[in-house]
Nanobody
Framework: WVKLEESGGGSVQAGGSLRLSCAAS?????????MAWFRQAPGKEREGVAA????????YYAESVMGRFAISQDNAKNTLYLEMSSLKPEDTAMYYC???????????????????WGQGTQVTVSS
């Protein structure tokens, strides 16, 4: 079965960096149509942070993280990454990876486009 497992979260000071990983299993990398990172802060809706098409490496970013975050996919390891730099307190959230394995259509940031989700990893940025 499909499994997504995030790691790499933690607590950092503003201006710091973290790298999140999402180890995927149960499918081959080229099967995935779209992979993404979402985040959810307390009391807020889950929002799209970044997405990547594994077969073309085309990427998409939320405006709030553009220029600071970078999404990438290692197909050999079937692992998704999110490099985060210049972190701000407003980046504090639970971060989730998500996979679209069957074409759903719609914007990359639509939650219902993704059928598979990880359990999340917490990122806390202090000022």
């Amino acid at each position: 079965w499909v499994k997504l497992e995030e790691s790499g979260g933690g607590s950092v000071q503003a201006g710091g960096s973290l790298r999140l990983s999402c180890a995927a299993s149960g499918y081959t990398p080229t099967t995935a149509r779209l992979m993404a990172w979402f985040r959810q802060a307390p009391g807020k809706e889950r929002e799209g942070v970044a997405a990547i098409y594994p077969n073309t490496a085309n990427t998409y970013y939320a405006e709030s993280v553009m220029g600071r975050f970078a999404i990438s996919q290692d197909n050999a390891k079937n692992t998704l990454y999110l490099e985060m730099s210049s972190l701000k307190p407003e980046d504090t959230a639970m971060y989730y990876c998500a996979a679209e394995l069957r074409a759903m259509g719609g914007s990359w940031s639509q939650r219902n486009r993704y059928a598979y989700w990880g359990q999340g990893t917490q990122v806390t940025v202090s000022s």
